[in-house]
């Protein structure tokens, strides 16, 4: 089964509109990390933001927030205010945190947003 | 910036040639990794190191061969590759391999052809 979904491969929105990414996991660990990625077309990938199981906040970082729903297991990223610069490929990514054994970071398939001007 | 840095940016290999990747970090971290991205695949772990041992094999290939000589370096050494091995090889970096607080920070890249 896969442990990180991304049911959107592709996305089109306009400029200057909200955008939201879905990202759902699936782990059984209590302590475990939600991670977004960026990868534009040059190759590098670029972390985003973070979210800790244990955090009660949603985590913000500029125009990007996180919309963590513990409960149905999802991570969302909302971009507020999308710049045609936000195009690139998005991923979702999941880091367990058991102690008896060394952790890794599992990757979604990532969703490819297109800004449209 | 960046403080993972990769080179070649891009490479064109034949299936009889040898070639190395090198990744180089600046961050002070004890864990680097080694990931093979294909079209249309999620990000695929292929070695991780943690203060230069390898903790991680997944299964890769014996025609792909790591060395981490020490804690800011990683090499990937090619041999004998098929085509099907043509991808981005993503190297990246973490503070260390434990906790869900430590993020990976990544390389540019070697976009890799095998002719």
């Known amino acids: 089964a896969q442990k990180i979904t991304q049911t959107q491969p592709g996305m089109f929105v306009q400029e200057k509109e909200a955008v939201t990414l879905d990202c759902t996991y699936d782990?059984?660990?209590?302590?475990?990390?939600l991670f977004w990625y960026k990868q534009p077309s040059s190759g590098e990938m670029i972390f985003l933001i973070y979210q800790g199981s244990y955090d009660e906040q949603n985590a913000t970082e500029g125009r990007y927030s996180l919309n963590f729903q513990k409960a149905r297991k999802s991570a969302n990223l909302v971009i507020s205010a999308s710049q045609l610069g936000d195009s690139a490929m998005y991923f979702c990514?999941?880091?367990?945190?058991?102690?008896?054994?060394?952790?890794?970071?599992?990757f979604g398939k990532g969703t490819r947003l297109h800004i449209l001007p | 910036e960046t403080g993972v840095t990769q080179t070649p940016r891009h490479l064109v290999m034949g299936m009889t040639n040898k070639k190395s990747l090198k990744c180089e970090q600046h961050l002070g971290h004890n864990a680097m990794y080694w990931y093979k991205q294909s079209a249309k695949k999620p990000l695929e772990l292929m070695f991780v190191y943690s203060l230069e041992e390898r903790v991680e094999n997944n299964s890769v290939p014996s025609r792909f061969s790591p060395e981490c000589p020490n804690s800011s370096h990683l090499f990937l050494h090619l041999h004998t590759l098929q085509p099907e091995d043509s991808a981005l090889y993503l190297c990246?970096?973490?503070?260390?391999?434990?906790?869900?607080?430590?993020?990976?920070?990544f390389g540019p890249g070697t976009r890799l052809t095998v002719t």
């Open positions: 990246a970096s973490s503070q260390d391999l434990r906790g869900p607080g430590y993020e990976q920070y």
């Open positions: 990514a999941m880091r367990e945190g058991k102690e008896n054994r060394d952790d890794k970071i599992i």
């Open positions: 782990t059984s660990d209590q302590s475990y990390g």
